[in-house]
């Protein structure tokens, strides 16, 4: 097979900007976290770790990437 014909896979995983529903703040976080982020402003935890693709609690505004 040709160099050119194998394809390169993408990543599954993206950074998302994400807005506390508590404060408004938003903040920039990673889907597959593993650890529970929490807002700057208030505390609030934006991120629930599972173990596979983590449950966001906030309002997703942009995915980047």
């Known amino acids: 097979m040709k160099k050119r014909k194998i ?3 993408e990543p599954r995983s993206r ?6 529903p508590q404060c408004g703040n938003e903040q920039v976080i990673f889907d597959y ?3 529970p ?6 505390g609030y ?3 629930v770790p599972t173990g596979g693709k983590a449950i966001i609690r906030g309002e997703i ?3 980047l990437g």
């Open 7 to 9: 394809l390169i896979p």
């Open 15 to 20: 950074f998302l900007r994400v807005r506390c």
């Open 33 to 35: 976290a593993t650890y």
């Open 37 to 42: 982020a929490r807002c700057f402003i208030c």
């Open 45 to 47: 935890q934006l991120v």
């Open 61 to 63: 505004i942009r995915i």
